[in-house]
């Protein structure tokens, strides 16, 4: 298990990441989404080591992961702008993670660059941008390390071989309990493959919950009132957003489709209907009642 306590990076004025506890429990997919400068990647960072904390510290299994070799060993990070040395061919990379990495599979590296087609000899330098992040994704699952960091990691990735990085994740969470934590702009993809969702903005966790604990808790409502009323007088919902085109209002509200029903029924509308709500629906809501607003962005 991977624990952030108080975690809180600065760089001179800027709050990176602002006293962020987070759980991250072992054989879950860990979603990692948030607005653009919210700190996902200094997060990912601070977890990995590379950065030390001003404040509070990240714990693999109660060990303390900044400068401990030992707890590095448990992972693999596949930063955004990726590493390799100068010059190097996978190849070169490979001899050098094995010395790292006890458990890296040499025979399954040298399968899976076969299997995407990438020359195991050829200068990294002169491959496309998607074709360094497969070898990034081939030495990070190769690696057989508990936890994969990926920041960013399927974007620039073609949908086939995106959807051959997810098999290949799926393959290892079943057999050898591996957990993903996944920093993206793509929430459609994480909605398909996350447990856990951990939602950034401003350096700060708005939202940490299993996705579907989230999805149960946050409704799109579709109603046409009695005359006279508005959406205003609906007073018993817990309203995050409102809009009205004609005699349809549609709403955001939080609460257990349940509770959401009942209430609405109380008010005797006309219509309504009750949807669930997408991740990509939920972040723009749960952003905006936090000041980040498309209307303001826009106009
Ligand atoms: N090395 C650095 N020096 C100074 N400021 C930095 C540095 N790295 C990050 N920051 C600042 O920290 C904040 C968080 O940046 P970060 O890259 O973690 O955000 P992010 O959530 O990954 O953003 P995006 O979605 O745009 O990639 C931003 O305001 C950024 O300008």
Redesign the pocket.
């Known amino acids: 298990m991977i624990q952030a306590v108080n975690l809180t990076k600065r760089?001179d004025d800027?709050v990176?990441v602002d006293h962020i506890n987070a759980t991250i429990k072992d054989g879950c997919v860990f979603g990692l989404i948030?607005t653009?400068?919210?700190?996902?990647?200094?997060?990912l960072r601070l977890m990995s080591g590379v950065l030390k904390p001003e404040e509070g510290h990240v714990t693999i299994d109660g060990h303390e992961v900044f400068e401990n070799t030992e707890a590095k060993r448990r992972f693999f990070y596949i930063s955004d702008e990726q590493f390799f040395f100068s010059n190097a061919t996978p190849e070169e990379m490979l001899r050098y993670y094995r010395t790292i990495y006890q458990r890296f599979d040499e025979a399954r590296f040298h399968k899976l660059m076969s299997s995407f087609g990438l020359s195991e000899k050829r200068k990294i330098h002169t491959f496309s941008k998607g074709m360094k992040k497969q070898v990034s994704v081939i030495c990070g699952i190769c690696a057989g390390t508990d936890y994969l960091f990926c920041d960013e990691t399927f974007d620039g990735l073609d949908p086939v071989m995106r959807q051959a990085v997810k098999s290949l994740f799926a393959a290892d969470m079943a057999d050898r309990n591996l957990t993903p934590i996944i920093?993206s702009?793509n929430l459609r993809e994480l909605e398909d493959i996350c447990d856990h969702v951990g939602l950034?903005h401003k350096g700060g966790i708005l939202l940490s919950r299993e996705l579907d604990d989230m999805k149960l808790n946050i409704h799109k409502l579709q109603c046409v009132l009695q005359p006279g009323m508005s959406a205003e007088d609906l007073v018993a919902l817990d309203k995050l957003n409102i809009e009205q085109r004609g005699s349809l209002i549609t709403l955001v509200v939080r609460g257990t489709r349940e509770e959401v029903e009942a209430i609405m029924a109380s008010y005797n509308p006309v219509f309504f209907e009750c949807i669930p709500l997408s991740l990509e629906e939920i972040f723009i809501s749960e952003t905006e009642v936090a000041g980040y607003d498309i209307k303001k962005l826009i106009f």
């Open positions: 760089f800027i990176a948030g653009n400068g919210a700190g996902k990647s200094t997060f920093a702009h950034l």
